[in-house]
């Protein structure tokens, strides 16, 4: 079993910048992949960026250039830093850990971007 416990959201104003940080609950980073994932009101839960248990990244086309996602094995802590937010970026952030068939949830943070 794995615990995940995001944080870093708020409010923002376009433009601006957060870093989001999920905790997890043991080392699991060698062996697990980890990818952020974030669900607006009305819209599907959608990939924004994701890293492997190698190191490898992606990212969403409509993310990239903007957020970079990145991991601290000694504190088992995977980041998303986002910067240039747009109002089209507000919804809930949310991170996965997952190996083969298995896979553990964050509870999500709140990320609103307004004026």
């Known amino acids: 079993q794995v615990q995940l416990v995001e944080s870093g959201g708020g409010l923002v104003q376009p433009g601006g910048s957060l870093r989001l940080s999920c905790a997890a609950s043991?080392?699991?980073?060698?062996?697990?992949?980890m990818t952020w994932y974030r669900q607006a009101p009305g819209k599907e839960r959608e990939l924004v960026a994701g890293t492997t248990n190698t190191g490898s990244t992606y990212y969403a086309d409509s993310v990239k250039g903007r957020f970079t996602i990145s991991r601290e094995n000694a504190k088992n802590t995977v980041y998303l830093q986002m910067n240039s937010l747009k109002r089209e970026d507000t919804a809930t952030y949310y991170c996965?850990?997952?190996?083969?068939?298995?896979?553990?949830w964050g509870q999500g943070t709140q990320v609103t971007v307004s004026s």
């Open positions: 996965k850990a997952s190996i083969g068939r298995y896979e553990y």
């Open positions: 043991r080392n699991i980073f060698s062996i697990y992949d």
